[in-house]
Every structure is written in C-alpha cells, then in structure tokens.
C-alpha cells in the first residue's frame, strides 16, 4: 500500500500536545476581539511571520503572549474542540494533552475556569468523536518550585480530570531535581508524570526525570543518544520517548528533518513516538509529522507500526483499551 495512506488510515495516539500549542491564528485574532486584547498583530500574515524561531525561548516568549486571548471557559472549551476535530481528520483515536495553569492563573484566570473548559470539549469530543482522553497539567519550569507546589494544591479539587503532571518551558538552567518535592508529592496524591527533558538540556536532565522525579515517559529525550549508557538503560526500562519531529526543526534542535535522529532511536530499540507538541506553531499536525518524517527518514511499514504501536502501549489507558486500539492498528495494517 501507498504509505502516505497506511500513514493516514491507521489509528493513532498523540502524547505529546500542548493545547494552547493548536491555537492558531484565526482563532487568536478571534478571541482577542471578542476579549478586547490587544495584539501585536494585524492580520494573520502577521502572525504568522513571527513563527520563526531560533530556539525554545524565542518560540515561548510566542506562544505565552499568544496565549493571552484565552479568558472565559468558553474559549478553552472551542481551543480544545478545535483541535480535537483537526484531530480526527488525521484519524486520531487516543490523546494525552498537557495545559500550562500557571500561563493562565497568573493572569487572574480562574485554575477551574482552564480545566472546565478543556474537560468539557474532551468529554465532548469522546461521545461525537470517539477520542479518548488523558489530561495532564505542567509545571513551568522557568517559574519556582513553591509556584509549582501551589499550583499542584489548586489542582486537588480536580483530581477527577487531571490524571498526570509534566514539566515543561524553558529547559536550559531549569533541571528536574529542582522539582523533586513537587513530583513527589503530586505522586502520593495520585498522579501519574512525566517531563519534557533532553529537548535542548544535556541527557543528565533526563536521568534527573528518571531518578528523581521517577517519570513514567520523557518528553522529547532526544539528546539520550549522547549518552550511551542511558541509552541502554532507557531500552532496557523501555521508557517512551514522545518524540516531535517538525517542533525540533523548527526550535533548531535539528538544521533539518532529514538530519533528526528518530530512526536512530528506533534502531536502538527505544519506545519512540511521534507527536505534534504544538502544531500551530510548528507547521504541522501529528499526520504531517508522520509523512515528513517517513519521508525524510525514508521510515519503512514496518518504522510506522512501531511508531504507531509505541504510542499507544507508552499511553496511560488500561490494558484492555490498549489491546483494543493495537488490534485495530494491526487491522488496519493488513486490510486492503
Ligand atoms: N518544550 C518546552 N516547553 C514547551 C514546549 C516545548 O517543546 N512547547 C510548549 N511548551
Ligand atoms: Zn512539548
């Protein structure tokens, strides 16, 4: 079969997605008009000249000011169904998306008025779509850690919609053992976690994230393969890495696709996947990673099952549920 097809027919599960990441700029001329907030641009075109980035800083300082049009439920609520729908079209069944509380408490925002929003268009998107859902909620890691820790006890209340926390912003100087108290205790209270690390921090970050903050998956977890030993710890523990091709092109992690190191990661055996990580901002959402990749990387068949098959045993769903999409997969796979 054409590869471009089995890439869009199979089913897929997208890890590693920052919501305020698919906020693009229609919908950000939109709600700053209906919000009264003004923007440092015109037009969409002005939008979307300033997505040229050169690093992970120079992307957030963005993506935060951008971020500022989100005010009322409602408009958490249509970010989510938005990219939910853009989802389905790329065949999407499973999704595990992280928010930022701190990019919007600071602003005065009510901590229920984010996560109602979200949950109700995930709720939403599960009956008209068929979308399950994880949600988990990150930590900036540019703020301290007593914010990180305040910003947990806000979230108790929400145990129900919150299954897990992550670590996310600027990584370079911000290394995971600053937030060990707080991983800790977000643990004892239940949930599961997971970090970005290794993104543009050294591989020490990512054994940090595994040893002290006892993460279930790395986000990112590129820069792994200049440490041989992790390398083989993270195949030996399987530990999956949400990979996200055309984000690290376009924060310069990589000069280019071509030159990203995903298909030495499959050939070390770790648990890689693919994901969008903010895909309005990148050029591209979970589909379009998967063709730019295979054909960068000239992935084979067999690289996209992997890719595919990893995300969802990397998932948080149950084992019943991972089965039941995994045979889907494997359908999928196989059928004319
Ligand atoms: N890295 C760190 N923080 C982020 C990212 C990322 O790729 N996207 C949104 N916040
Ligand atoms: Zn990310």
Redesign the pocket.
Known sequence: MDITRLIQRIPKAELHL?I??TLEPEMMMALARRNEIELPYSNVDEIRDAYDFSN?QS??DV?YAGARVLREEQDFFELTRAYLERAAEDNVCHVEI?F?PQTHTERDIEFATVVDGIDRALRDGRSRLGITFRLIM?FLRHLSAEDAMATLEAALPFKDKIDAVGL????LGHPPSRFTEVFNRARDEGFLTVA?AG?EGPPAYIREALDLLNVERI??GVRCLEDPDLVARLVEEQVPLTV?PL?NVK?CVFDSLEQHNLKQLLQHGLCVTVNS??PSYFGGYIGENYRRTQEALELSEDDIYTLAKNAFVASFLGDTEKQRYISELDQAMTSP
């Open positions: 920052h305020e990441g992970l992307f957030l993506y992280f930022d990150c996310d912003s600027s990584e970005h993104e986000d990112h996200c984000s924060l990580d903010d």
